[in-house]
């Protein structure tokens, strides 16, 4: 009764109001204690929500592992130096399978900006210095092994976190970084990639000439929707370009320091 006088109350219920109220609180608990007993049906759903819940909770709390990223990818990215002589903003096409790789490059190196168009084929050897509007190209040798985009085996995991906010669904994103050894011990790397898809999302390595670089990815989509830019235009040359030019490693080229 105190219940339905301070819905009354509060409300502005009518006596009519109120008895139907009760009326259907009775009818609830009559049809409850009316209801058949399972319990053996119950105990088996109960047994197997608990397996379920087991198995969940097992590959929620499973170790990250090293991954490799999609083989086509599309992105942008930005490469900073520690001592500030180089910054690059670059939209990138990504392809494992055919092992080439198309970089759009604006930056500014030793305070003078540059642009660049560059695309790898590594599998030829091979590398095209693009530019459209004028319509020119040069072929070059290209002295490098390509390197999937990938976390390699022997990293070690420093942790997982999360970018953004884990209050609520799509306010964050998780990530595990990890690090280790360049080739050759000449320094150390630190590398965050998604959990979910294994895409990239930021590098940092150690150089001798820059300090550490940091690259930064975003915008990235799986998949290419235009596979002909990673395809040599139709006025490159096919012959390379026999000027006594020394053969351009990838770092080299990409950061456009030669």
């Not at 219920?13 to 053996?40: F, N």
């Not at 097992?58 to 180089?86: D, F, Y």
Request: aromatic share 10%.
């Amino acid at each position: 009764m105190l219940v339905e006088n301070k819905i009354r109350k509060h409300l502005g219920l009518s006596g009519h109001v109120s008895a139907y109220i009760r009326k259907c609180s009775s009818s609830r608990a009559t049809e409850t204690s009316q209801l058949p007993v399972r319990k053996s049906a119950d105990s088996s759903k109960m047994k197997l929500f608990v397996v379920l819940v087991c198995v969940l909770a097992g590959c929620l709390a499973e170790k990250p592992r090293p991954c490799k990223s999609p083989p086509l990818l599309t992105g942008a990215l930005t490469v900073s130096t520690q001592n500030e002589k180089l910054w690059v903003y670059a939209k990138y096409l990504y392809d494992a399978w055919g092992q080439r790789v198309r970089l759009m490059e604006l930056g500014n190196y030793q305070n003078k900006s540059f642009t660049y168009d560059a695309l790898l084929l590594f599998s030829e050897a091979a590398m095209y210095e693009i530019d459209d509007k004028a319509r020119t190209c040069k072929k070059k040798p290209l002295k490098a092994d390509f390197h999937p985009m990938e976390i390699p085996i022997n990293s070690t995991l420093v942790g997982q976190a999360v970018l953004g906010s884990s209050s609520g669904p799509g306010e964050g994103l998780l990530v595990n970084t990890w690090t280790g050894n360049l080739p050759g011990n000449t320094g150390k790397y630190l590398t965050t990639f998604t959990e979910f898809g294994c895409i990239p999302v930021n590098t940092m390595y150690q150089t001798q000439e820059y300090g550490w670089m940091v690259t930064g990815f975003f915008n990235n989509v799986v998949g290419i929707s235009d596979p002909g830019q990673l395809n040599p235009p139709d006025f490159c040359p096919t012959e390379m370009t026999s000027n006594g030019e020394k053969p351009e490693d990838f770092t080299s080229l990409f950061f456009k320091l030669q």
